[in-house]
């Protein structure tokens, strides 16, 4: 299945870097992949971004519901 990827550049618990390389692993092997960095954000703040008071931080709701739309 299509897979989507979220990362944040200031990521200090996953190494941002394991991300762009699971996406060219994905693309490699034939699948479908979108990865999105996030400049300004670390490995919590991706999730904490989905909260209502913090969805300023991130467009990370909008970037995961449309990447499920265009799947239709």
């Known amino acids: 299945p ?10 200090t618990t996953v190494d941002p870097q394991n ?5 060219n692993k994905i693309r490699h092997a034939g699948g479908a992949v979108e990865l999105i960095e996030y400049p300004e954000l ?3 703040t991706i ?3 989905l909260a209502w008071s913090f969805r ?4 990370v709701l909008k970037d995961c519901t449309d990447f499920f739309h265009q799947l239709r």
């Open 19 to 23: 991300a762009q390389r699971l996406a």
């Open 56 to 59: 300023w931080l991130a467009p």
């Open 47 to 49: 999730v904490v971004s």
């Open 42 to 44: 670390g490995h919590v």
């Open 2 to 11: 299509p897979m989507l990827l979220l990362q944040g550049r200031k990521d």
